[in-house]
Antibody, heavy 120, light 113 residues
């Protein structure tokens, strides 16, 4: 059974940093692209980063480029999101997602999410 | 960036009746080399993460009831719930995976009338 378990969320100051982790199990982690998708309170879904199975390629939307860094440790089956220069608008539930075999940017499994709150 | 626009924003349907949600993309998500539409639909129930229902615009994910169906091509797509059940109350999102960044529609809230 595929499981994705996020951790690391919490309260951060504007301009501060936070590192999210996602422990994956139930599948061959290194074979799949992974992404982070966020959802602001009461709002819709926004993709915020993606990484290839090998970790050699990373992708970001303009809204977080230069501030967020996605990475993975395939030996530990863990995905990370390093967030810096945080803004109030980064407040959201952050979901770890797995890409299906047939596409990098669809999301066939989601974790339960971890809440990040950016406030002074 | 491909903009996804859903309509309506919300709808209320009687139990057993049909619910129809529309999704329009700002450019085609049809890839002619493999004749596939790079369009998916997700269901998000309150307090839960989204769940992939349909991919390639019309292929149901394993375990999804057959009352859910997807149709359309190019820029115009539809999710249909043929006979609404109480457990279908949720927000539904379309999403394109044709190009980076992958983008979602704003969501459509489905309620019981």
């Amino acid at each position: 059974e595929v499981q994705l378990l996020e951790s690391g969320g919490g309260l951060a100051q504007p301009g501060g940093s936070l590192r999210l982790s996602c422990a994956a199990s139930g599948f061959t982690f290194s074979s799949y692209d992974m992404s982070w998708v966020r959802q602001a309170p009461g709002k819709g879904l926004e993709w915020v980063s993606g990484i290839s199975g090998s970790g050699g390629s990373t992708y970001y939307p303009d809204s977080v480029k230069g501030r967020f860094t996605i990475s993975r440790d395939n030996s530990k089956n863990t995905l990370y999101l390093q967030m810096s220069s945080l803004r109030a608008e980064d407040t959201a539930v952050y979901y770890c997602t797995k890409g299906p075999p047939w596409s990098s940017w669809s999301f066939d499994y989601w974790g339960q999410g971890t809440l990040v709150t950016v406030s002074s | 960036e491909i903009v996804m626009t859903q309509s309506p924003d919300s709808l209320a349907v009687s139990l057993g009746e049909r619910a129809t949600i529309n999704c329009k993309s700002s450019q085609s998500v049809f890839y002619s080399s493999n004749s596939k539409n790079y369009l998916g639909w997700y269901q998000q129930k309150p307090g839960q993460p989204p769940n992939l229902l349909i991919f390639w615009a019309s292929t149901r994910e394993s375990g999804v009831p057959d009352r859910f169906s997807g149709s359309g091509s190019g820029t115009d797509f539809t999710l249909t719930i043929s006979s609404l059940q109480a457990e279908d109350v949720a927000v539904y999102y379309c999403q394109q995976y044709y190009s980076t960044p992958p983008t979602f529609g704003q969501g459509t809230k489905v309620e019981i009338k």
